[in-house]
């Protein structure tokens, strides 16, 4: 026996996710300043949830040089 679902239970859901993968960031190429373009492009779009994958650093990683 077939049952039929109110039309409340039809309605589709949808998640939007952005992903961000190998940002090689490194002291000597401009990839984070890369990264704030992407995060600001991304902002008003608004994803439901955002992963970050891949190489995040260039290297064995990065110190911090500024003091």
């Known amino acids: 026996m077939l049952h039929s ?10 998640m939007l996710i952005a992903q961000v993968t190998d940002i090689h ?4 190429n401009d ?3 890369r990264l704030e373009q992407v995060l600001s492009w991304l902002e008003p779009v608004g994803p439901d949830i955002m992963v970050l994958s891949g190489d995040l650093t260039e290297g064995a990683g990065m110190r911090d040089t500024s003091g």
């Open 25 to 28: 960031a490194a002291p000597d």
């Open 31 to 33: 990839h984070l300043e």
């Open 5 to 14: 679902l109110p039309v409340s239970a039809h309605r589709k859901v949808f």
